[in-house]
C-alpha cells in the first residue's frame, strides 16, 4: 500500500518515527512533517503571495535504520523499503495539498495517517487540531485519510512507549481503506497509551463528543505595568450523560474511533426552514 504520513510534529520526533518504523516494513510510505512544530492551525493556510517552502531530507531513513538494526531477521535481510521524507515550512494544510497535489499526483497515497498526535483530538478541539485539519484537507481532495493521536506527553513520547499505537495501526491500515464510509468522511482515532497491547479494552465506535473549553486565561501585569492574558490548558469534563462520545469511552480504557464528515451544515435546521424563509421575507 501507498501510505503517507503527515505530522505537524517535526522529522526528529518519536511519533513520526515511530509509525514510520513500523508501517515501512510492508508499506511504501512517504512522511512529510513541519520544520518546527505547528499545532492548532487547523485548516489554516498560508497566504497566497507568500511561498511555501518543501525540502526533501534525507535523514529519516538514516534514523529508522538505526532503530532497525537489532530488529532485522534471515528473512529481511537485504530488504529495505525506503522511506522518503519532506520538511515543510509553511502551514500543516499547506504540505498537505502539496504533498497530493503535486509531490504524489502521479501516484496518490491510498491512505493518509495525520499523526501520531502528541495529544487526543476529541469533541470540538478538532476544529483547532492540525492533524485534523490535514485530514479534512485530503478528504476533500479525495484521498482517505484517518487522524491518530494518543495522550499528552511534556516533551513529547519514547519511541517505546508509541508501540502500542502503531501496532493498532499498523494491524488495521487495510480496514481504514476498506470501511464503506460516506462521501468527504475520514476517521478519527484516539489510542489510549498502555503498558502492554492486551490493556486497552477493545475499539468503540463514538460520536464526537462535548467539553468545556480547553483553555483558560489568566490577565498578569508586566514590569512595564501592561495587562496581558496567559494562557493555560484547563481541565477537561464531559458535558454529556450518557457515555457513548470520544472522551468518556477513551477515559475508560477503549480505542475511539469517531468518523467526522467535513460538510458542517447542519441538516437538522431543515426542520425549522419555513421560519429561516419567513424571516428573509421581512427583509424585502
Not at 498526535?117 to 487540531?129: A, E, H, K
Not at 511534556?154 to 512507549?161: F, N, R
Not at 465506535?205 to 492574558?229: D, I, W
Request: proline content about 3%; aromatic content about 8%; some cysteine.
Amino acid at each position: 500500500m501507498n501510505i503517507l504520513i503527515a505530522s505537524n510534529l517535526t522529522i526528529r520526533s518519536n511519533e513520526v518515527l515511530a509509525l514510520a518504523k513500523a508501517l515501512r516494513k510492508n508499506h511504501d510510505v512517504t512522511v512529510c512533517t513541519m520544520a518546527s512544530e505547528a499545532s492548532y492551525k487547523g485548516l489554516a493556510f498560508t497566504v497566497p503571495e507568500n511561498p511555501v517552502r518543501g525540502d526533501l531530507i534525507t535523514n529519516l531513513k538514516l534514523q529508522l535504520n538505526i532503530l532497525d538494526v537489532l530488529e532485522f531477521t534471515e528473512h529481511s535481510k537485504g530488504k529495505e523499503n525506503s522511506v522518503t521524507a519532506y520538511e515543510f515550512y509553511g502551514n500543516p494544510a499547506d504540505m498537505i495539498s502539496i504533498m497530493i497535489g503535486e509531490v504524489m499526483k502521479e501516484r496518490k497515497p491510498d491512505l493518509v495517517i495525520c499523526g501520531i498526535s502528541n495529544s487526543t483530538n476529541m469533541g470540538p478541539d478538532i476544529y483547532s487540531s492540525s492533524n485534523v485539519g490535514m485530514a479534512m484537507m485530503a478528504t476533500y481532495m479525495g484521498v482517505r485519510a484517518v487522524v491518530v493521536g494518543t495522550d499528552f506527553v511534556a516533551g513529547g513520547h519514547s519511541i517505546a512507549s508509541l508501540e502500542n499505537v502503531a501496532r493498532f495501526v499498523e494491524k488495521n491500515v487495510q480496514e481504514f481503506v476498506d470501511i464503506r464510509l460516506p462521501s468527504y468522511t475520514f476517521l478519527n482515532i484516539n489510542v489510549p497509551e498502555v503498558e502492554n497491547y492486551k490493556d486497552i479494552k477493545g475499539i468503540k465506535y463514538t460520536r464526537m463528543g462535548k467539553m468545556n473549553l480547553s483553555l483558560e486565561f489568566e490577565e498578569k501585569t508586566c514590569p512595564a505595568g501592561v495587562n496581558y492574558f496567559w494562557a493555560k490548558k484547563a481541565e477537561r469534563e464531559n458535558l454529556l450523560d450518557e457515555c457513548d462520545d470520544d472522551k468518556c469511552l477513551y477515559d475508560k480504557g477503549y480505542i475511539s474511533i469517531t468518523p467526522i464528515n467535513i460538510d458542517a451544515t447542519d441538516w437538522s435546521a431543515v426542520d425549522n426552514w419555513g421560519q429561516v424563509v419567513k424571516l428573509m421575507r421581512k427583509m424585502d
